[in-house]
């Protein structure tokens, strides 16, 4: 047999690792902080790329299942400006090749596949450590400890395991991003309602941002963007959600009331988040019996492909490892190889999106690399 994977994070390219292993007769267990599969909520909508994110549904054999939740008419997407005028609007006609689905169902999807008892709950990585050979120590919050020949940091940011590989460590990228959610839209919040459209807005200006989702039942699903030093973040009180709604509104005083409503009117208590980034580049050399995917590998500006390439690393790992199943060293090089120079190009497009919606001419360059790409989300 295989040597068993010991996988840290239970996210979605974790789970799709687990998955095509166990596709390929390969045994995995997963470690997971969590304490159950409904310990909180999974976000929004994700658009599930045909290059990347349907490929590894492919390798784990649940595309068919995955086609069966998808949210129809969520491609659509528009970009306006800060008055409201609609300057790009693309409706979703089909052939988009990202279609949208919850992310909480699509996680369910890949746990429902896997054996019961793959993933171990309540399990939270405090520190590891090598222990010679190839082989790691995992020490877990609980006191407890396992040890493998084959780890693998599917643990995101702020891994745990990376620093077995990197000295890396995700830094500030000068954008703070403040989510809000509106309920029942259509019948309570109209205006807002018709602004976001059956799909995604992106409402931006030199600096800052207004972008929301509608998502199934109504719910509007909003980010604000805002190019601020962490200092600015940090004064706020988010413990008043009152008094930190006023004052991030009222960096978009002069905005339409339709997409100011998208803060306004907010019925869940703001919740401030901080785009961070490794360097672009991010790489490592060889170590025995480890290796990193999805965010710990690779963390970049939102563009949405963090989640696709997550799971797009997770297929191409766990496909290494069928094909070099009694050489570990072998599996994991060739992944390494081609995982460095995938996500480097992925890291450079996206932080170059994420500049095209605070430049000093948006939200004008985003509607020309829309057109320029020949879809718009």
Known sequence: MATPVTIIGAGLGGLTLARVLHVHGIPATVYEAETSPTARTQGGLLDIHEHDGQLALKAAGLHQEFLGIIHKGAEASRVLDKDGRVLLDEP???????????????????????????????????????????????????????????????????????????????????????????????????????????????????????????????????????????????????????????????????????????????ETAPIPRTVNTLPIEHSWKRVPGVTLLGDAAHLMCPSGEGANLAMYDGAELGKALAAHPYDIEAALASYEEALFPRSAAAAAEASRIHALCLDADAPHSLVGFFTSHGQAG
């Not at 992106?202 to 200092?231: N, Q, W």
Request: hydrophobic letters at 40%; a negative charge.
């Open 92 to 266: 979703d006609d089909g052939t988009g090749g990202r279609p949208e689905v919850p992310r909480g169902a699509l996680r369910r999807l890949l746990l429902d596949s896997l054996p019961a008892g793959t993933v171990r709950w309540g399990r939270k990585a405090s520190g590891v450590r090598p222990l010679g050979n190839g082989r790691h120590e995992v020490m877990f919050a609980d006191g407890t400890t396992v040890s493998t020949s084959l780890l693998v940091g599917a643990d995101g940011a702020w891994s745990r395991v990376r620093p077995l590989l990197s000295d890396a460590e995700p830094e500030y990228a000068g954008t703070c991003l403040i989510e809000t959610f509106l309920f029942e839209s259509d019948s309570r919040h109209p205006a807002a309602a018709r602004a976001v459209g059956d799909g995604s807005l992106f409402a931006l200006a030199p600096g800052k941002g207004i972008s929301a989702h509608r998502e199934p039942d109504g719910v509007l699903h909003t980010y604000v963007t805002l190019t601020k030093p962490r200092e600015w973040l940090d004064t706020i009180d988010f413990g008043d959600a009152a008094g930190a709604t006023a004052r991030v509104a009222a960096e978009f005083h002069d905005w339409a009331p339709e997409l100011t409503s998208l803060i306004t009117d907010g």
